[in-house]
């Protein structure tokens, strides 16, 4: 194997065939660029037209010789105007009568040349990702990309686009889409059609030139408003989980590890490290961001992602020099600077600040999966290692792309191979990096870890500093916005209630035999179903897609049964609970089978809220008027197209599990508009070989290819499940 990670030999028909898509994505990348570029000259050409049409000197000419001045205004508004020409919205007069001319030609229907072409733009680069990265057709923000730039007509796309761009929940969904998010910015400055986001000129952080990539070529104002840059870092402890895995000898893996305990939920780790010489030295250790994670107040989002990789002085980095002026490192110490994706892009913005440099010695700086482009440190004598996987699209956010520098730092050490993991995000995760620099490229890490031989020792201190970006509130706030506690797991600590930022969900609502469903709940007297009549049960088929959740996204389906209250069963509880709050209801649904499609939520379901949840592989859409639902390993397909609905109270829930011999009960408060649609048209459908226990469950209760009584719907709420709270029965 060389150095490169490549396997030596002569390339089989696989690897030719991998070259040829290589080709092509990279033809169609090209292309999308140069469209791009066109369209950002035929916005630039808008906008100097507009100026010219309401020129002051040309307005008076106008008036002194109206018989030429008003014809060169006339052939200047008609350019503009034109459906032929510019487009009927390509006024971009800041006030006055062009910005309303501008205003009337969006209402009216017609769209700028620049935005059409701009949506061209995204087509190609859409196409482009999906050949290498076809598994982000499953991705719910790729979905309702492509549903937006896929309408029948330019124009009906550009709308459909600028309305995504414009809607919060589809804002979070598009942060998991790395690979298109520099053409999604460039993009959406095109279609902004405010000339005001355009008076604020930008600058590129330290280090960076404009390349040819029209990203660069965006303001300020598009890629992070016009936000103050604020930022705070306060210090917390370490669970106690926690403490157990964070290195006490100062080592590469051991370090990157640390970072991988820290997760990412806004916090970063410094340490003191006593070297071989007996000098104290620091380290600083930042994680990345998750999409599908929340961002809370942290600086450590996508959004905080591309401040770091557009501007230096972001809200991610000031944090990082908040926490490090509390920590008390004096002034000319030597530091080394640590991170993986977003974190190493906010460190090595810090190695080049040149007040930065002169307060500290930055020694080194280690990115893993960041896109650090062709940047130098502030301080000539800084070392900086760079680490990236070819698969990974994140370090290719910069415009650079993987593989080496095309004329390196002289200190510059690059690794850039390709790994076995070849589906993002997978392949951006820190810990596929820490097995591949273990086993696919240890060369690289005996490298680094020699550069890091005065870090090498005793660990000293450690402190963790929670980064906080006070100019935006919490996300949730205020429906999300409570305490939480660390409960620890198989699968790490967990913080409860497990809260839901953004989800949708569809219930589909049985009338089963009550004897059957009394038969499939737990062998106990206390566990009675409530009944619809004398013969008859509630069951409910739950399908959720969860977009963004503090344990991750996932999909899940559900299967539960209504159940009594468990002392004292009434015949009434079940319409009395309609009208309780959700913590004084006496009735509730036993979970009698689960499927998720995250590990960590199947360890959260069977270990806090005791339900037998099993890993499965799904895809849901659930945001429409047709549902579907599938999965192959389960053997169910759920698809239809829903009725007309009524809007109805938020459905908070309470739900059954069961632990050892004491049964859990959680609860479940939802945020978001829930509406009935009436079961027609929508059925789940079970193959020959549908995997058990959920099949055997749906078959016994009839309700494999039934019709429902009704279906509750909620494209989109908020959500928080508490822990389980164990009872005595």
Not at 373 to 385: C, I, K, L, N, Y
Not at 464 to 475: F, I, S, V
Not at 666 to 672: D, F
């Amino acid at each position: 194997m060389r150095a490169d990670g490549h396997a030596r030999g002569r390339p089989g028909q696989d690897e030719q065939d991998a070259q040829d898509a290589q080709d092509a994505q990279e033809l169609l990348r090209r292309c999308s660029r140069d469209v791009v570029d066109v369209a950002a000259g035929i916005r630039a050409v808008s906008a100097r037209t507009s100026g010219a049409l309401f020129e002051p000197s040309l307005t008076g000419s106008a008036r002194r010789r109206p018989r030429t001045g008003l014809a060169v205004r006339w052939a200047l508004l008609r350019a503009l105007t034109n459906k032929r020409g510019l487009g009927g919205s390509a006024i971009t007069a800041p006030t006055g009568f062009g910005h309303v001319l501008g205003t009337a030609g969006e209402v009216l229907g017609r769209e700028s040349l620049a935005a059409l072409v701009a949506v061209t733009s995204l087509r190609l680069r859409i196409a482009a990702v999906l050949i290498d990265h076809p598994e982000f057709e499953r991705d719910p923000g790729m979905r309702r990309l492509v549903d937006a730039v896929s309408a029948d007509r330019d124009p009906e796309a550009v709308r459909a686009l600028r309305a995504l761009f414009r809607d919060r929940g589809a804002q979070r969904a598009l942060s998991g889409l790395a690979p298109l998010m520099a053409e999604l910015l460039a993009v959406r400055a095109l279609l902004d059609e405010d000339p005001m986001n355009d008076e604020t000129g930008w600058a590129p952080a330290a280090g960076r030139e404009p390349s040819a990539d029209p990203v660069y070529g965006i303001r300020a104002s598009h890629l992070v408003g016009a936000d103050r840059v604020e930022g705070a870092a306060d210090a917390v402890d370490l669970a106690d989980q926690e403490k157990q895995t964070i290195a006490t000898e100062g080592s590469f893996l051991g370090f990157l590890r640390n970072i991988e305990t820290l997760s990412t939920d806004g916090r970063i780790l410094v340490q003191n490290v006593r070297g071989p010489d007996g000098v104290v030295r620091y380290v600083v250790q930042a994680p990345g961001m998750a999409p599908g994670r929340p961002r809370n107040d942290s600086p450590q989002d996508f959004v905080g992602a591309w401040r770091d990789l557009f501007t230096a002085d972001s809200p991610h980095t000031r944090s990082i020099q908040l926490a490090l002026e509390d920590y008390g490192i004096p002034r000319g110490a030597a530091l080394a600077l640590i991170g993986h994706g977003e974190g190493g892009i906010a460190l090595m913005n810090l190695a080049q600040d040149e007040e930065f440099c002169r307060a500290y010695r930055v020694t080194h700086v280690v990115a893993v999966g960041s896109p650090l482009g062709d940047e130098r440190p502030a301080d000539p004598r800084t070392w900086v290692a760079s680490v990236t996987n070819q698969h990974d699209i994140v370090p290719a956010l910069d415009g650079r792309g993987t593989g080496p520098a095309f004329d390196p730092h002289p200190n510059r050490y690059e690794a850039d191979y390709t790994g076995p993991t070849h589906e993002f995000p997978l392949c951006h995760m820190l810990r596929e990096y820490i097995e591949h620099l273990r086993t696919v490229i240890p060369e690289a890490r005996k490298d680094i870890d020699e550069a890091l031989t005065p870090y090498r020792g005793p660990v000293v201190r450690t402190q963790a500093y929670r980064l906080k970006d006070r100019a935006h509130p919490p996300e949730g706030y205020p429906f999300l916005t409570l305490p939480t506690t660390s409960v620890p797991t198989t699968a790490g600590p967990v913080d409860v209630p497990v809260r839901y930022y953004d989800s949708s969900a569809a219930h589909l609502c049985y009338a089963v035999d009550a004897d059957t469903a009394r038969a499939l709940l737990p062998d106990v007297t206390w566990t009675v179903p409530s009944r619809l009549g004398r013969h008859r049960a509630f069951a409910l088929l739950s399908l959720y897609e969860h977009r963004c959740t503090t344990i991750g996204p996932y999909t899940e389906i559900a299967l539960s049964v209504l159940v009594d209250d468990l002392w004292r069963p009434r015949p009434l509880d079940l319409a009395a609970d309609l009208l309780r709050r959700v913590d004084l209801r006496r009735t509730g649904s036993y979970v009698l089978s689960l499927a998720v499609t995250s590990e960590e939520a199947r360890t959260v379901a069977r270990e806090i809220w005791g339900q037998r949840a099993v890993r499965t592989i799904a895809e849901a859409d659930l945001m429409g008027r047709n549902l579907r639902f599938t999965s192959a390993d389960l053997g169910i397909t759920v698809e239809g197209r829903l009725g007309p609905g009524l809007r109805c109270p938020e459905a908070d829930r309470v739900l059954y599990g069961r632990r050892g011999e004491s049964t859990v009960r959680t609860l479940v408060r939802t945020h978001g508009p829930l509406r009935l649609h009436p079961g027609t048209g929508v059925r789940p459908r079970l193959d020959t070989a549908a995997a058990e226990p959920m099949a055997g469950h749906l078959r016994r209760l009839g309700i494999d290819g039934a019709r429902p009584l009704f279906v509750l719907t909620c494209p989109q709420f908020m959500a928080h499940r508490s822990a389980g709270a164990l009872l005595p029965r």
